[in-house]
Nanobody, 125 residues
Framework: QLWFDESGGGQVQPGGTLTLSCAVS????????IGWFHQAPGKEREGVSC????????NYADSVKGRFTISRDLAKNTVYLQMNSLEPDDTGVYYC??????????????????WGQGTQVTVSS
């Protein structure tokens, strides 16, 4: 079973930058496509970005295209989400889990995914 340790969240002003980290254990990134999901207060989780196990395919939700960048370090078995030009609507908890890429913009949670604690991002002035 895969385990995920999300970190890097915090409070920033609109327009600010954060980089989230997702340390993976119990498996390698070469075996699993990984997605970042965002849960805003009072809303359901939505896919933000995901990267294929081969690393050659990346999807972004339309709301974050041009602002967020997903990447990974195979040696550290860690996936990152660099978040630029943050907006108040980006506020919420961010999780990483195994995911499938669909189309050009969608990330679908793997049915066997187990949600971790996530990391809180707050964008406010």
């Amino acid at each position: 079973q895969l385990w995920f340790d999300e970190s890097g969240g915090g409070q920033v002003q609109p327009g600010g930058t954060l980089t989230l980290s997702c340390a993976v254990s119990g498996g390698t990134l070469r075996e699993h496509s990984i997605g970042w999901f965002h849960q805003a207060p009072g809303k359901e989780r939505e896919g933000v970005s995901c990267i294929s196990n081969a690393g050659g395919h990346i999807n972004y939700a339309d709301s974050v295209k041009g602002r967020f960048t997903i990447s990974r370090d195979l040696a550290k078995n860690t996936v990152y989400l660099q978040m630029n030009s943050l907006e108040p609507d980006d506020t919420g908890v961010y999780y990483c889990v195994p995911a499938f890429l669909r189309g050009m913009s969608y990330c679908v949670v793997h049915p066997d995914a187990a949600w971790g604690q996530g990391t809180q991002v707050t964008v406010s002035s």
